[in-house]
């Protein structure tokens, strides 16, 4: 595997295969592809049920990123703080169940970057409009961090941050494309990420956004 740096200037030769980022992190490129319009669809399916909504951080500020869940538990926001909920409290009821499709993506592509046995309880899933972004952060309320992330992306494409252990380390520029995917965990576990303000364009599949769902075993 070779080690990945911010020169993405010419992605087409590079459309699969993987990509080490830093010990423990693996960039999975296209690895979603084949399956795209069947995760979409069950997005979509999820969707219907539970609607994305723009949360509000304990801090007050509204998110640029919509979100919605599926899974046993989802990951939310509010002036009470960041967890994980049963219930969406949008709708009174429990979130979707999580469709096989992606259960079943999220455990082989943990697999393919070397953490088995992967069995996700939570998928929040991200939609970003242009000038939509999320800024540095870790994934810090699941239980257990020996769990690996699993993150998928659809849709227009992003500028992935990925930095260090320590909010002020220098973080890595990776363009995700549609269809791939990156998978942390180990070492890289709580590793600060983010995606840059999202720019214009437009997607066969996804119109003028980007689809990002991100699994997590949270309990
Ligand atoms: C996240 O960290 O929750 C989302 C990352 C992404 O959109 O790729
Ligand atoms: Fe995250």
Redesign the pocket.
Known sequence: MQYLFDDFEDDTHRRTGSEALCADAVLLRGFASAEDKAVLDAVKRVVADAPFRRMTTPGGFRMS?AMTNCGPLG?VTDRRGYRYAAVDSDSGKPWPAMPQVLQSLAGRAAEAAGFADFVPDAC?I?R?EPGAR?SL?Q?KDEQDFGQP?V?V?LGLP?V?LFGGLRREDKALRVQ?LHGDV?VWGGTARLRY???APLKNGSHPLTDDC?I?L?FRKAA
Do not use: E, K, P
Request: charged share 10%; net charge neutral.
């Open positions: 990123v990951w929040l991200n970003y999320m952060h994934d992330i993150s992306s992003a992935f995700l990156v990420h983010g995606i980007r990002n991100t």
